[in-house]
């Protein structure tokens, strides 16, 4: 095997560039330019309009289809882990998290990542319910993405609640940016498969496109057993009304089964997610409208193994958690209206207003209707052509929580061409999830077959949003049409986490007992403080490169250390990539992701009452490489990719029990477009 010797290793490794041509004159007739390097970017989400990535009042990064392509990956977070400061942690193979300068936070169940929220053009994604995304179950192929925006910071004063350490903005390409047809399948061990047909086409002025797809795969670690399923369709319809204007009409279904929001190894939650989305566009006038529905049914019942201890109870017994599986279903309501206006020139005012509902019925929660209101404002001056003065307000009012009004300014200077510097302060809030205000749940506790107590899930309605607010020096430079380079230093604080804790009586664990679990507020305060720096270099017309660096500190006041270092986050991380296409057909990307270590606090999950440990996680590198050939007038490619390919097996997180060890992986890839 690959991995047992590192002299195959070498060989595999030298062999993607063996492909590539020795003499630079040969090398500049054969490549293809077009996909490796890009020296001018527009994106949208760091101020929701068009503009150059250099004037974006955020720190922002592009990750392109092409990107996407290349990297031999086969999810959307495992993608993300070459945006710097993004911390990327996979728990299953359904189950993987995302979060933007660090987790912050300490709570019971640090499984869900949910202060990143996630868009899928324009359209949020966040889970209500539990807060955070659940990745695997969006319904989008990787075919179907033109590119990924990653805004680093708070993006509230645009996005409204739970924008709180960034955005990550998910776009689809068009009709006409997909024209045709694609059948794609990947296959690859673990008994890992994934199929995907798109096809997209134009009747006059109406374009559309409609993709499917399926994917499967064993547990990590128990082959024989599955840890996902999913199903997904997604359609898109636009029409271009005149020159100027536009419509569109998408919606999409997932169905999936997979290891994820569950407390023990190898059961599988059942989530179906469906949505409508609505917009229109006119040059200064966008509106859109949609509805988002789903359906989940997350086992309960779950077996404390013979290694379990509860004291006084005994060591080495046989326990059970009883209750109902949580099951029940919710839809959402979103509406925006956005207006700009542009004076002499100089000045781009932006408004709007947005109203989201959410309501949910479950057998586990008190079935309420949350309603948020929102307004924002956006101011853009230009008063020389080399600073951009930009000032935003957005005020959301929701029910229970009241009133969250979330600045935000920036400077932006350029000194002179292909120099900008940018400096930046905001403030954003994350509201409580729905369980965290509703919840209402009962698990009854046996072991060895005797009733010994009952855990009880509780709401707190009277509970704040977490807060944030974010100070940040950026600069940005592109030299020579071959070397970009950025460098971001950011501070920030952050009040009123919210954390789950558990409540026991004193004379726990005397039977009967009562265990009672709920949300609050964290009395302390959190601080945040690092940067990231960046560089990417067009080395020979057909070979480029990137490398970037991320560093942070996360401090916590507790009640009896204050400013106490965190070291569950790790203080170190390093991405690097090269990639090289020609125009033989062949192409080759390596790319390479290293991790510091960490100590992490959590609870023990089977001892009772679960108290604080700390656990090491050592650092990790993962080497992905892929090497491709495209055919019969690019019409098919073949590729083979190996990921995590130094075999430098590890967990990524120690206090999820599903927890797995990521082992090095090998897949197939064939594509034809028709």
């Given at each position: 095997m690959l991995y047992q010797s590192p002299r195959l290793l070498l060989i595999f490794l030298l062999a993607l560039f063996s492909l590539l041509p020795l003499s630079p004159s040969f090398a500049q007739e054969e490549i293809e330019e077009e996909a490796l390097f890009r020296f001018e970017e527009y994106v949208v989400s760091a101020s929701k309009r068009l503009q150059r990535i250099e004037e974006a009042p955020a720190t922002i990064t592009v990750i392109t289809a092409e990107d996407i392509r290349q990297s031999g990956l086969t999810s959307i977070p495992e993608i993300l882990r070459q945006v710097a400061g993004l911390d990327v942690v996979t728990i299953t193979a359904f189950d993987t998290q995302v979060a933007v300068r660090g987790f912050l936070g300490r709570a019971l169940n640090m499984n869900v990542f949910n202060k990143v929220l996630v868009l899928i053009n324009g359209r949020s994604v966040y889970e209500d319910l539990f807060g955070g995304t659940v990745w695997e179950a969006l319904p989008i192929q990787l075919e179907d993405i033109e590119r990924i925006e990653v805004v680093k910071g708070p993006g509230s004063?645009?996005?409204?609640?739970?924008?709180?350490?960034?955005?990550?903005?998910?776009?689809?390409?068009?009709?006409?940016?997909?024209?045709?047809?694609?059948?794609?399948?990947?296959?690859?061990?673990?008994?890992?498969?994934?199929?995907?047909?798109?096809?997209?086409?134009?009747v006059r002025d109406l374009g559309y496109r409609l993709s499917g797809g399926w994917e499967s795969a064993s547990?990590?670690?128990?082959?024989?057993?599955?840890?996902?399923?999913?199903?997904?369709?997604?359609?898109?319809?636009?029409?271009?009304?005149?020159?100027s204007s536009e419509a569109s009409l998408e919606g999409g279904i997932s169905d999936?089964?997979?290891?994820?929001?569950?407390?023990?190894?190898?059961?599988?939650?059942?989530?179906?997610?469906?949505?409508?989305?609505?917009?229109?566009?006119?040059?200064?006038?966008?509106?859109?409208?949609?509805?988002?529905g789903g359906r989940f049914d997350i086992p309960l019942a779950v077996f404390i193994p013979p290694s379990g201890t509860i004291p006084s109870l005994g060591e080495d017994i046989e326990g059970k958690l009883e209750g109902d599986d949580i099951s029940g279903s919710y839809y959402t309501y979103d509406m925006e209206l956005?207006?700009?206006?542009?004076?002499?020139?100089?000045?781009?005012?932006?408004?709007?207003?947005?109203?989201?509902?959410?309501?949910?019925?479950?057998?586990?929660?008190?079935?309420?209707?949350?309603n948020i209101y929102a307004g924002f404002l956006q101011y853009e001056i230009k008063p020389i052509p080399s600073v951009i003065l930009n000032l935003g307000v957005r005020v959301d009012y929701q029910d229970y929580i009241g009133t969250n009004v979330s600045p935000r300014s920036s400077l932006i200077f350029t000194p002179?061409?292909?120099?900008?510097?940018?400096?930046?302060?905001?403030?954003?809030?994350?509201?409580?999830?729905?369980?965290?205000?509703?919840?209402?749940?009962?698990?009854?506790?046996?072991?060895?077959?005797?009733?010994?107590?009952?855990?009880?899930?509780?709401?707190?309605?009277?509970?704040?949003?977490?807060?944030?607010?974010?100070?940040?020096?950026?600069?940005?430079?592109?030299?020579?049409?071959?070397?970009?380079?950025?460098?971001?230093?950011?501070?920030?604080?952050?009040?009123?986490l919210i954390h789950t804790f558990g409540e026991f009586p004193k004379d726990f664990p005397t039977p009967p007992f009562v265990v009672s679990i709920r949300s609050i507020n964290y009395i302390g305060k959190t601080e945040a403080i690092g940067g990231e720096?960046?560089?990417?270099?067009?080395?020979?017309?057909?070979?480029?490169?990137?490398?970037?660096?991320?560093?942070?500190?996360?401090?916590?006041?507790?009640?009896?250390e204050p400013r106490k270092r965190l070291l569950s986050n790790p203080e170190n991380k390093i991405n690097g990539g090269l990639r090289a296409a020609l125009k033989n057909g062949f192409s080759a990307n390596v790319l390479i992701h290293y991790v510091d270590a960490t100590k992490k606090e959590h609870a023990v999950p089977d001892v009772f009452p679960p108290y604080w440990v700390v656990e090491s996680l050592d650092p990790y590198i993962l080497l992905t490489a892929r090497v491709s050939y495209k055919f019969l007038n690019d019409r098919f490619e073949v590729a083979v990719a190996g990921q995590n390919l130094l075999n430098d097996e590890h967990k990524e997180v120690s206090e999820a029990p599903e927890a797995e060890e990521i082992p090095l992986r090998v897949f197939g890839n064939l594509s034809m477009k028709f």
């Open positions: 004063v645009l996005y409204g609640a739970n924008a709180f350490t960034g955005v990550i903005n998910i776009i689809t390409k068009s009709p006409d940016e997909s024209s045709g047809g694609l059948v794609s399948v990947t296959g690859g061990q673990f008994n890992h498969y994934i199929g995907s047909l798109i096809y997209a086409d134009k547990r990590l670690e128990e082959h024989d057993e599955y840890s996902e399923k999913v199903g997904r369709f997604s359609g898109l319809f636009n029409y271009k009304i005149n020159e999936a089964k997979g290891e994820v929001l569950v407390i023990y190894p190898g059961i599988l939650s059942e989530l179906q997610r469906s949505y409508v989305k609505a917009n229109y566009n006119y040059p200064d006038l966008k509106a859109q409208v949609f509805w988002r956005q207006q700009s206006i542009k004076l002499a020139e100089i000045h781009t005012i932006m408004g709007g207003f947005n109203y989201r509902f959410f309501t949910l019925k479950s057998n586990y929660t008190e079935q309420e209707g949350l002179v061409k292909g120099h900008t510097i940018c400096l930046s302060a905001g403030s954003a809030f994350r509201n409580p999830t729905y369980i965290d205000l509703f919840a209402d749940a009962s698990l009854d506790l046996f072991v060895e077959g005797s009733f010994v107590g009952t855990i009880k899930a509780e709401g707190n309605r009277d509970l704040k949003s977490a807060r944030i607010e974010s100070y940040e020096l950026g600069y940005r430079a592109a030299l020579f049409e071959k070397l970009r380079a950025n460098l971001e230093i950011f501070y920030n604080k952050i009040d009123d720096a960046g560089l990417e270099y067009k080395i020979t017309p057909w070979l480029t490169g990137f490398m970037n660096y991320s560093y942070e500190e996360v401090y916590e006041d507790l009640i009896d």
